[in-house]
């Protein structure tokens, strides 16, 4: 079963940067997986931030995040990194990462959280002043 930890989460100002990651373990060798951030806001349902393939060429970006987020990946140290920059307080959510097999992906999905089989506790991130 893969293992999902996200970090990197706070408090910060609007127009400020935070950067999340993801580390990964138990994966399974020779399987490759794809990895999204999703964020969930109190009383709103979980919405799709950020997805990449394992490879790193294909990443999807949710229209609300679009030339404010990057997500990138690392294979060699199992991690997947959410640059986050000129934030807003309508960003403020708990992130996750959530984790699937990429051989079994379809990109029209990226957004559902029903395809992923592992999810982390996720990261608060707070955007205030």
């Known amino acids: 079963q893969v293992q999902l930890v996200e970090s990197g989460g706070g408090l910060v100002q609007p127009g400020g940067s935070l950067r999340l990651s993801c580390a990964a373990s138990d994966l399974p060798l020779s399987t490759a997986y794809i990895i999204t951030w999703f964020r969930q806001a109190p009383g709103k349902e979980r919405e799709g931030v950020a997805c990449i393939s394992n490879s790193g060429v294909i990443r999807k970006y949710a229209d609300s995040v679009k030339g404010r987020f990057t997500i990138s990946r690392d294979n060699g140290q199992n991690t997947v990194t959410l640059q986050m920059d000129d934030l807003k307080p309508e960003d403020t959510a708990i992130y996750l990462c959530?984790?699937?097999?990429?051989?079994?992906?379809?990109?029209?999905?990226?957004?559902?959280?029903?395809?992923?089989?592992?999810w982390g506790h996720g990261t608060q991130v707070t955007v205030s002043s």
């Open positions: 959530a984790a699937t097999r990429e051989s079994a992906f379809m990109y029209g999905t990226s957004w559902q959280p029903e395809v992923y089989e592992a």
